[in-house]
T-cell receptor, first 111, second 112 residues
Framework: SQQGEEDPQALSIQEGENATMNCSYK?????LQWYRQNSGRGLVHLIL?????REKHSGRLRVTLDTSKKSSSLLITASRAADTASYFC???????????FGRGTSLIVHP | DAGVTQSPTHLIKTRGQQVTLRCSPI?????VSWYQQVLGQGPQFIFQ???????GRGNFPDRFSARQFPNYSSELNVNALLLGDSALYLC???????????FGPGTRLLVL
Protein backbone atom coordinates (compact mmCIF):
# COMPACT_ATOMS: atom_id res chain seq x y z
CA SER A 1 0.00 0.00 0.00
CA GLN A 2 1.12 3.57 -0.62
CA GLN A 3 2.05 5.72 2.37
CA GLY A 4 2.46 8.95 0.46
CA GLU A 5 0.15 10.09 -2.29
CA GLU A 6 1.09 12.89 -4.67
CA ASP A 7 -1.40 15.30 -6.12
CA PRO A 8 -2.03 16.09 -8.91
CA GLN A 9 -1.20 12.91 -10.83
CA ALA A 10 -0.26 15.01 -13.85
CA LEU A 11 0.61 18.67 -14.32
CA SER A 12 1.22 20.52 -17.57
CA ILE A 13 2.60 24.08 -17.53
CA GLN A 14 4.49 26.56 -19.68
CA GLU A 15 8.16 27.35 -19.21
CA GLY A 16 8.63 30.12 -16.68
CA GLU A 17 5.55 29.23 -14.65
CA ASN A 18 5.69 27.81 -11.15
CA ALA A 19 4.78 24.18 -10.49
CA THR A 20 3.32 23.01 -7.20
CA MET A 21 2.97 19.36 -6.22
CA ASN A 22 1.49 18.05 -3.01
CA CYS A 23 2.07 14.92 -0.98
CA SER A 24 -0.16 13.53 1.74
CA TYR A 25 0.75 10.71 4.06
CA LYS A 26 -0.98 8.63 6.69
CA UNK A 27 1.26 7.92 9.67
CA UNK A 28 3.88 9.81 11.65
CA UNK A 29 7.25 10.31 10.01
CA UNK A 30 10.80 11.28 10.87
CA UNK A 31 11.45 12.87 7.50
CA LEU A 32 10.03 13.31 4.03
CA GLN A 33 12.04 13.31 0.83
CA TRP A 34 11.32 14.42 -2.71
CA TYR A 35 12.82 12.65 -5.71
CA ARG A 36 12.77 13.31 -9.46
CA GLN A 37 12.73 10.61 -12.12
CA ASN A 38 13.38 11.27 -15.80
CA SER A 39 11.81 8.93 -18.36
CA GLY A 40 11.77 5.77 -16.24
CA ARG A 41 15.40 6.07 -15.20
CA GLY A 42 16.93 6.21 -11.74
CA LEU A 43 15.61 8.56 -9.10
CA VAL A 44 17.49 11.73 -8.23
CA HIS A 45 17.28 12.94 -4.65
CA LEU A 46 16.08 16.54 -4.48
CA ILE A 47 15.55 17.46 -0.86
CA LEU A 48 14.97 16.00 2.58
CA UNK A 49 12.90 17.78 5.20
CA UNK A 50 12.79 16.54 8.77
CA UNK A 51 9.65 16.38 10.87
CA UNK A 52 10.77 19.34 13.02
CA UNK A 53 11.30 21.55 9.96
CA ARG A 54 8.56 23.55 8.23
CA GLU A 55 10.26 24.81 5.11
CA LYS A 56 13.40 24.14 3.13
CA HIS A 57 14.91 25.67 0.01
CA SER A 58 17.32 24.36 -2.59
CA GLY A 59 17.89 26.53 -5.64
CA ARG A 60 14.53 26.86 -7.42
CA LEU A 61 12.95 24.27 -5.13
CA ARG A 62 10.91 25.06 -2.04
CA VAL A 63 9.51 22.31 0.16
CA THR A 64 7.07 22.78 3.00
CA LEU A 65 5.95 20.28 5.60
CA ASP A 66 2.82 20.46 7.74
CA THR A 67 2.90 17.53 10.16
CA SER A 68 -0.48 18.50 11.64
CA LYS A 69 -2.07 17.99 8.23
CA LYS A 70 0.31 15.19 7.26
CA SER A 71 1.14 16.92 4.03
CA SER A 72 4.04 18.40 2.11
CA SER A 73 4.36 20.51 -0.99
CA LEU A 74 7.11 20.91 -3.57
CA LEU A 75 7.27 24.21 -5.43
CA ILE A 76 9.46 24.59 -8.52
CA THR A 77 9.81 28.23 -9.44
CA ALA A 78 10.48 29.55 -12.95
CA SER A 79 10.16 26.08 -14.44
CA ARG A 80 12.23 24.94 -17.41
CA ALA A 81 11.64 22.30 -20.05
CA ALA A 82 14.38 20.27 -18.37
CA ASP A 83 12.18 20.01 -15.25
CA THR A 84 9.90 17.67 -17.19
CA ALA A 85 9.93 14.49 -15.11
CA SER A 86 8.00 12.50 -12.53
CA TYR A 87 8.26 13.71 -8.96
CA PHE A 88 7.87 11.39 -5.98
CA CYS A 89 7.61 11.97 -2.29
CA UNK A 90 8.98 9.34 0.06
CA UNK A 91 8.29 9.03 3.76
CA UNK A 92 9.59 6.79 6.52
CA UNK A 93 6.29 5.69 8.12
CA UNK A 94 6.41 5.11 11.84
CA UNK A 95 10.04 6.13 11.93
CA UNK A 96 11.24 3.13 9.97
CA UNK A 97 14.29 3.68 7.82
CA UNK A 98 12.68 2.41 4.66
CA UNK A 99 11.45 5.21 2.38
CA UNK A 100 7.96 4.52 1.11
CA PHE A 101 7.07 6.14 -2.20
CA GLY A 102 3.85 7.49 -3.61
CA ARG A 103 2.72 7.07 -7.21
CA GLY A 104 4.24 10.37 -8.27
CA THR A 105 3.26 13.51 -10.14
CA SER A 106 4.07 13.64 -13.83
CA LEU A 107 5.19 17.18 -14.71
CA ILE A 108 5.41 18.39 -18.30
CA VAL A 109 6.93 21.81 -18.92
CA HIS A 110 6.28 23.12 -22.41
CA PRO A 111 9.00 25.31 -23.95
CA ASP B 1 33.07 9.75 -7.44
CA ALA B 2 31.08 7.19 -9.38
CA GLY B 3 27.43 6.89 -8.50
CA VAL B 4 25.50 3.71 -7.95
CA THR B 5 25.96 1.34 -10.86
CA GLN B 6 23.69 -1.50 -11.91
CA SER B 7 24.04 -4.29 -14.42
CA PRO B 8 22.71 -5.26 -16.79
CA THR B 9 20.75 -2.24 -18.05
CA HIS B 10 18.18 -4.34 -19.86
CA LEU B 11 17.21 -7.98 -19.66
CA ILE B 12 14.67 -10.19 -21.41
CA LYS B 13 13.69 -13.49 -19.82
CA THR B 14 10.91 -16.01 -20.25
CA ARG B 15 8.49 -17.23 -17.64
CA GLY B 16 9.97 -19.72 -15.20
CA GLN B 17 13.54 -18.58 -15.67
CA GLN B 18 15.78 -17.12 -13.00
CA VAL B 19 17.52 -13.75 -13.07
CA THR B 20 20.34 -12.09 -11.12
CA LEU B 21 20.70 -8.33 -10.99
CA ARG B 22 23.82 -6.62 -9.68
CA CYS B 23 24.47 -3.37 -7.90
CA SER B 24 27.62 -1.52 -6.84
CA PRO B 25 27.07 1.20 -4.23
CA ILE B 26 28.75 4.54 -3.97
CA UNK B 27 32.18 4.16 -2.41
CA UNK B 28 31.91 4.29 1.38
CA UNK B 29 28.21 3.44 1.45
CA UNK B 30 27.42 0.39 3.55
CA UNK B 31 23.70 0.06 2.91
CA VAL B 32 22.04 -1.15 -0.27
CA SER B 33 18.32 -1.30 -0.95
CA TRP B 34 16.36 -2.82 -3.81
CA TYR B 35 13.11 -1.53 -5.27
CA GLN B 36 10.71 -2.71 -7.95
CA GLN B 37 8.98 -0.08 -10.05
CA VAL B 38 6.13 -1.15 -12.25
CA LEU B 39 5.15 1.22 -15.04
CA GLY B 40 3.05 4.09 -13.72
CA GLN B 41 3.76 3.35 -10.07
CA GLY B 42 6.25 4.51 -7.50
CA PRO B 43 9.12 2.27 -6.41
CA GLN B 44 8.15 -0.56 -4.08
CA PHE B 45 10.66 -1.62 -1.43
CA ILE B 46 12.01 -5.17 -1.74
CA PHE B 47 15.08 -5.47 0.52
CA GLN B 48 17.54 -3.43 2.51
CA UNK B 49 20.98 -4.66 3.52
CA UNK B 50 23.39 -3.00 5.89
CA UNK B 51 26.82 -4.33 6.75
CA UNK B 52 25.98 -7.52 4.85
CA UNK B 53 22.91 -8.26 6.94
CA UNK B 54 19.29 -8.07 5.84
CA UNK B 55 17.69 -5.19 7.73
CA GLY B 56 14.37 -4.93 5.97
CA ARG B 57 12.13 -6.91 3.65
CA GLY B 58 9.11 -5.71 1.73
CA ASN B 59 5.98 -7.59 0.80
CA PHE B 60 7.45 -9.77 -1.91
CA PRO B 61 7.30 -13.57 -2.31
CA ASP B 62 10.15 -15.89 -1.40
CA ARG B 63 11.06 -16.07 -5.09
CA PHE B 64 12.90 -12.84 -4.42
CA SER B 65 16.19 -13.04 -2.55
CA ALA B 66 19.26 -10.89 -2.19
CA ARG B 67 22.64 -10.72 -0.59
CA GLN B 68 25.37 -8.21 0.10
CA PHE B 69 29.03 -8.99 -0.34
CA PRO B 70 32.03 -7.92 1.78
CA ASN B 71 32.72 -5.06 -0.65
CA TYR B 72 29.09 -3.91 -0.08
CA SER B 73 27.96 -4.71 -3.60
CA SER B 74 24.72 -6.61 -3.84
CA GLU B 75 22.79 -9.06 -5.96
CA LEU B 76 19.05 -9.47 -6.31
CA ASN B 77 17.83 -12.88 -7.45
CA VAL B 78 14.36 -13.67 -8.71
CA ASN B 79 13.38 -17.29 -9.33
CA ALA B 80 10.51 -18.75 -11.34
CA LEU B 81 9.86 -15.50 -13.16
CA LEU B 82 6.29 -14.41 -13.80
CA LEU B 83 5.00 -11.95 -16.37
CA GLY B 84 4.19 -9.61 -13.49
CA ASP B 85 7.85 -9.41 -12.54
CA SER B 86 8.43 -7.21 -15.58
CA ALA B 87 9.55 -3.90 -14.12
CA LEU B 88 12.38 -1.49 -13.53
CA TYR B 89 14.53 -2.76 -10.66
CA LEU B 90 16.27 0.01 -8.79
CA CYS B 91 19.17 -0.22 -6.42
CA UNK B 92 19.94 2.53 -3.93
CA UNK B 93 22.85 3.00 -1.59
CA UNK B 94 23.27 5.07 1.54
CA UNK B 95 25.95 5.66 4.13
CA UNK B 96 23.84 3.89 6.70
CA UNK B 97 20.30 3.28 7.79
CA UNK B 98 18.05 6.37 7.93
CA UNK B 99 20.35 8.18 5.52
CA UNK B 100 19.49 9.65 2.14
CA UNK B 101 19.38 6.96 -0.52
CA UNK B 102 21.07 7.49 -3.87
CA PHE B 103 19.65 5.52 -6.76
CA GLY B 104 21.26 3.78 -9.68
CA PRO B 105 19.86 3.93 -13.23
CA GLY B 106 18.01 0.66 -12.82
CA THR B 107 17.73 -2.63 -14.68
CA ARG B 108 14.72 -2.98 -16.92
CA LEU B 109 13.47 -6.57 -16.87
CA LEU B 110 10.99 -7.87 -19.38
CA VAL B 111 9.49 -11.30 -18.81
CA LEU B 112 7.86 -12.90 -21.86
Amino acid sequence: SQQGEEDPQALSIQEGENATMNCSYKTSINNLQWYRQNSGRGLVHLILIRSNEREKHSGRLRVTLDTSKKSSSLLITASRAADTASYFCATDPGGSYIPTFGRGTSLIVHP
Amino acid sequence: DAGVTQSPTHLIKTRGQQVTLRCSPISGHKSVSWYQQVLGQGPQFIFQYYEKEERGRGNFPDRFSARQFPNYSSELNVNALLLGDSALYLCASSLGLRETQYFGPGTRLLVL
